[in-house]
């Protein structure tokens, strides 16, 4: 289970502190327990604040949108509690409301992502209920992978959270539906070291295609297409490579060999590592003593006769 | 039974033999087809290997230290103690013998006895895979199969990464061992006869 805690990712330098504005929503969602003036009673009241509407504000402040207030994306109309009831029905900005079609975001391919996004299982068994937040929680996001300075094990345990924040909790799950929630750990009982597996690959290695024109590919296949096969990932022509360590291969040098600098620093994947020069020497020292001992045959076989 | 040769192999030791002869080379064998593994030419599903190689390992672990122990404490343990004076002679002895005198007919210059059944090569290469490179590649082995109880880094290298050298170096030696050992001991009068003597226990006195 420990795997499954939320592991707090290394803070970063970037960031930003919370606004004024954001400190009178903090004050609330940011605890467990927030104070108000009943005006009705005028005498003041301590509740426990509704755990799915907290918001984690050290996580915040790290947050690649951290820069904004909180009333830049909800109404300001919040800053009055109880917040009146027709704020419910507010829109929310998305993603692409923001990003799509925008030149100065093209790097990251958010039309693309998009398309995938429609393509997935999820959008496909549950459309519009299904939104980009619910695995990108704009409240504590982090731009990890595309960091030069993030470990590869960082990238997996932020990743990896995204979707277990999901499918490892019940509550979340139904939101989405009623049906039986399969449980991870036994759903992948065939995978050996499935606990060293899970802090050193991402579901998404195994659950999405190759993509060569995006970081990250977002289309979630139906589980007969996931990667059954070990030798996807253990061998030279690794898969991971394309994935997982697609950031760091790209800028490691291409004549490193077998080795490349990601794979010997962070991580041993069996059959994927291999070292040239040692490979070159075992071959030639069992080259040398096939050698001997082929001439020591012959010589014994003319000795014979 | 006497007069058909030497007694030189207990039956401990005959079956600790087979049974290490047959897991080293599933060992290898599976060891390959992992390391080399190829998504379209594999040897061996990778699944399957890992699976063979792992029940192999273990078992020959456990035979690794049923053979320390029972090594200690027998007789064959003598058989084990380097001597270290004129060791490169004799070293140089025997390899000229396998070199030159063999073809030449002449006779062995370390012949076997029951108090000494090793000629100098073999006891070099017995102590050195059987002290240094199979406990390497349990140690190693060990801790591939339980990575938690290895550092995280070693030499700013990952430790898996480091450990998992280790063990192919080891497998690497002990392969080479194995094709020499497998060779040496054709070596004969007639090329089977050292390898009945591995199943029998006895060793014929005109032979080797
Ligand atoms: C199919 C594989 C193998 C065969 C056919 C084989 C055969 C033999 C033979 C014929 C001998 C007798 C030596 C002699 O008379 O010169 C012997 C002894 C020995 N072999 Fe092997 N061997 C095999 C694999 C191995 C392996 C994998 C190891 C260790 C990693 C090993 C370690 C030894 C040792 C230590 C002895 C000396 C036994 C003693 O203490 O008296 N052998 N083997």
Redesign the interface.
């Known amino acids: 289970m420990l795997l499954f805690s939320t592991v707090n990712i290394m803070a970063q330098d970037e960031g930003n502190p919370l606004s004024e504005n954001s400190q009178v929503c903090a004050r609330c969602h940011g605890n467990k327990y927030y104070t108000f003036h009943n005006e009705v009673t005028g005498t003041e009241v301590r509740k426990r604040m509704n755990p799915y509407l907290l918001i984690d504000t050290v996580k915040y402040t790290q947050a690649t949108h951290s820069f904004f207030s909180c009333d830049d994306c909800h109404s300001p109309d919040y800053a009055v509690y109880p917040h009146a009831s027709n704020l419910k029905l507010d829109p929310k900005p998305s993603c692409i409301d923001c990003h799509g079609g925008d030149e100065s975001f093209a790097k990251y391919q958010f039309d693309d992502i998009d398309v995938e996004v429609q393509n997935s299982v999820h959008k496909i068994a549950h459309g519009e209920q299904f939104k980009c937040e619910m695995c990108h929680d704009l409240h504590s996001y982090r731009l990890v992978a595309r960091n030069e300075n993030s470990k590869i094990k960082d990238i997996v345990v932020q990743d990896n959270q995204m979707c277990l924040s999901c499918h490892n909790n019940l509550t979340k799950y139904q939101i989405l539906t009623d049906n039986q929630k399969p449980e991870i750990l036994a759903t992948h009982d065939w995978l ?2 499935q606990e ?1 597996h899970f802090l050193n690959v991402r579901c998404i290695e195994c659950h999405t295609p190759i993509t060569d024109t995006l970081m990250v590919s977002h289309k979630i296949l139906p589980k007969e297409q996931a990667v059954h ?4 990932c ?4 690794s898969i991971l490579r394309s994935k997982l360590y697609k950031y760091t291969v790209m800028e490691s040098r291409t004549d490193q060999g077998y080795y490349n600098s990601v794979i ?5 994947v ?2 994927a ?3 040239k020069y ?1 490979n070159i020497l ?1 071959l030639a ?2 080259g040398l ?2 050698l001997g ?1 082929s001439i ?2 012959i ?2 076989i003319i ?1 014979k006769k | 039974m006497s007069n058909q040769g030497l007694y030189l192999y207990p039956v401990w030791l005959r079956i600790w033999h087979g049974v290490n002869a047959l897991g080293i080379i599933l060992l290898i064998f599976t060891g390959i087809s ?6 379209d030419y ?1 040897l061996l ?3 399957v290997s ?1 699976m063979i190689h792992n029940i192999s390992g273990i078992v020959v672990s456990i035979g690794y230290v049923v053979f320390a122990i029972a090594n200690h404490f027998s007789n064959n343990a003598k058989q084990y103690v380097p001597n270290y004076k004129g060791f490169g002679q004799r070293i140089m002895k025997q390899t000229t013998y ?2 030159f005198g063999y ?1 030449k007919g002449e006779p062995k210059p370390f012949p076997i006895t029951k108090d000494n059944k090793f000629n100098p090569l073999q006891r070099l290469s017995y102590i050195t895979v059987m002290y240094i490179f199979v406990p390497l590649i349990v140690f190693t082995g060990v801790g591939l199969l339980y ?1 938690e109880l290895i550092f995280s880094k070693i030499f ?3 430790g ?2 480091f450990i ?2 280790l063990h ?2 080891a497998g ?1 030696f002990i ?2 061992f194995l ?2 050992h497998l ?1 040496v001991a054709s ?1 004969g009068k007639h090329p089977l006869k050292n390898y009945s003597s591995i199943i029998t226990g006895y060793h014929s006195t005109e032979d080797h």
């Open positions: 050996p070291n060293l096969l070990c030798s996807d253990h061998s030279t022509n010997l620093n962070e991580a041993y069996i059959g590592n291999r070292n040692l075992s020292i069992f003593t096939l001992i020591h045959t010589t014994r000795n | 992992m390391q080399y593994g190829n998504i594999p599903p990778f699944k890992v396998y070199v073809f990575p700013n290298m990952g898996v990464q998992a050298v192919a170096i690497f392969s080479l094709i020499i060779y070596i």
